[in-house]
């Protein structure tokens, strides 16, 4: 099968570690796999490798820092320079390869309290962590992925930049993401100067393709291809608009819910109809979807 019109990202945060999905994946032209250090109870480097070290290669393999064991049994967040470097150290040691991008992970978990400065000086010292990391050949490129942007838009927008730029910003995208995040996500994206094909979105469905939502909502007006689309597939193709990224992380362990998901990225978006939605985000007046899509 041909590779998507836009590209996917295998995600392994709810995906079974199995080499049956991930060559799946690969027959049906999905190149990009995402991991993370903490993924799997710090175990998804290790599994990764172990059950498809040969097929790592053929993926353009992104995986993330940020997240560590805590003395407790727990999980912490931390930028904290000298782990950082650490755990990046063991993600190429562990894969047998430099990774194509590795993300800092949420960064906003350990700055949203605090003075500006003082949040601004942690994160630009983080951020000078992965670009040395790239620069030594532990990972191709760097970029930031963030589940709720706004800190650190508050952060960068004080009137100070960042002494190093990601070349990769990671954010959620979908019909699902809040307004206020989308919001964000594009200011983000602005001040860290990363165009559209370098944005990356996640969590299009919000982690769940059955819950009751998706059977309320009509998204076809938002659509322009001809012919019945199931909901799942107009949302996964509208994860590309809203706001605009180049692909989109998804979760999948059915083979045939990958397939669907490449047929999606294939369907063409009302151009018009995704700018006023778009202009209702900006304006923080959407309303629930049901009412704005089902009249």
């Not at 993600?91 to 949420?106: I, K, M, Q, W, Y």
């Not at 190093?164 to 699902?176: E, K, N, W, Y």
């Not at 594009?186 to 100067?193: G, K, M, P, Q, R």
């Not at 692909?247 to 669907?260: F, G, I, K, M």
């Given at each position: 099968?041909?590779?998507?019109?836009?590209?996917?990202?295998?995600?392994?945060?709810?995906?079974?570690?199995?080499?049956?999905?991930?060559?799946?994946?690969?027959?049906?032209?999905?190149?990009?796999?995402?991991?993370?250090?903490?993924?799997?109870?710090?175990?998804?480097?290790?599994?990764?490798?172990?059950?498809?070290?040969?097929?790592?290669?053929?993926?353009?393999?992104?995986?993330?820092?940020?997240?560590?064991?805590?003395?407790?049994?727990?999980?912490?967040?931390?930028?904290?320079?000298?782990?950082?470097?650490?755990?990046?150290?063991?993600?190429?040691?562990?894969?047998?390869?430099?990774?194509?991008?590795?993300?800092?992970?949420?960064?906003?978990?350990?700055?949203?309290?605090?003075?500006?400065?003082?949040?601004?000086?942690?994160?630009?010292?983080?951020?000078?962590?992965?670009?040395?990391?790239?620069?030594?050949?532990?990972?191709?490129?760097?970029?930031?992925?963030?589940?709720?942007?706004?800190?650190?838009?508050?952060?960068?927008?004080?009137?100070?930049?960042?002494?190093?730029?990601?070349?990769?910003?990671?954010?959620?995208s979908g019909v699902l993401a809040g307004a206020a995040v989308v919001e964000a996500?594009?200011?983000?994206?602005?001040?860290?100067?990363?165009?559209?094909?370098?944005?990356?979105?996640?969590?299009?469905?919000?982690?769940?393709?059955?819950?009751?939502?998706?059977?309320?909502?009509?998204?076809?007006?938002?659509?322009?291809?001809?012919?019945?689309?199931?909901?799942?597939?107009?949302?996964?193709?509208?994860?590309?608009?809203?706001?605009?990224?180049?692909?989109?992380?998804?979760?999948?362990?059915?083979?045939?819910?990958?397939?669907?998901?490449?047929?999606?990225?294939?369907?063409?978006?009302?151009r018009a109809a995704a700018d006023r939605y778009r202009s209702l985000l900006r304006?923080?007046?959407?309303?629930?979807?049901?009412?704005?899509?089902?009249?």
């Amino acid at each position: 099968m041909r590779p998507p019109d836009r590209r996917i990202t295998l995600g392994l945060y709810r995906t079974r570690h199995s080499r049956g999905i991930l060559e799946a994946a690969l027959d049906l032209g999905i190149r990009d796999l995402d991991t993370a250090h903490n993924y799997a109870d710090f175990a998804s480097l290790t599994l990764l490798a172990g059950v498809a070290a040969d097929l790592l290669p053929q993926f353009f393999l992104s995986t993330k820092v940020g997240f560590f064991p805590s003395p407790t049994g727990h999980t912490e967040h931390s930028l904290d320079p000298a782990r950082l470097r650490e755990a990046m150290e063991t993600t190429a040691e562990s894969l047998g390869r430099a990774p194509d991008v590795v993300f800092l992970h949420n960064p906003e978990r350990s700055i949203r309290q605090g003075p500006h400065r003082a949040a601004h000086d942690l994160l630009a010292a983080a951020c000078d962590v992965m670009r040395d990391a790239a620069r030594s050949g532990l990972c191709v490129e760097w970029g930031i992925s963030t589940w709720d942007p706004r800190s650190l838009v508050r952060v960068l927008d004080h009137g100070r930049g960042l002494p190093a730029s990601p070349a990769h910003l990671m954010h959620r995208s979908g019909v699902l993401a809040g307004a206020a995040v989308v919001e964000a996500s594009e200011t983000l994206a602005d001040l860290l100067d990363v165009a559209p094909e370098q944005r990356w979105g996640m969590s299009p469905f919000a982690g769940d393709t059955r819950a009751p939502f998706w059977d309320t909502v009509n998204l076809a007006p938002l659509l322009s291809s001809p012919g019945h689309h199931s909901t799942v597939e107009t949302a996964f193709r509208l994860a590309y608009e809203l706001p605009q990224v180049g692909r989109v992380a998804v979760s999948a362990n059915d083979p045939e819910h990958l397939r669907q998901l490449v047929e999606a990225t294939r369907l063409d978006v009302d151009r018009a109809a995704a700018d006023r939605y778009r202009s209702l985000l900006r304006a923080r007046r959407l309303p629930k979807p049901k009412a704005l899509l089902s009249r």
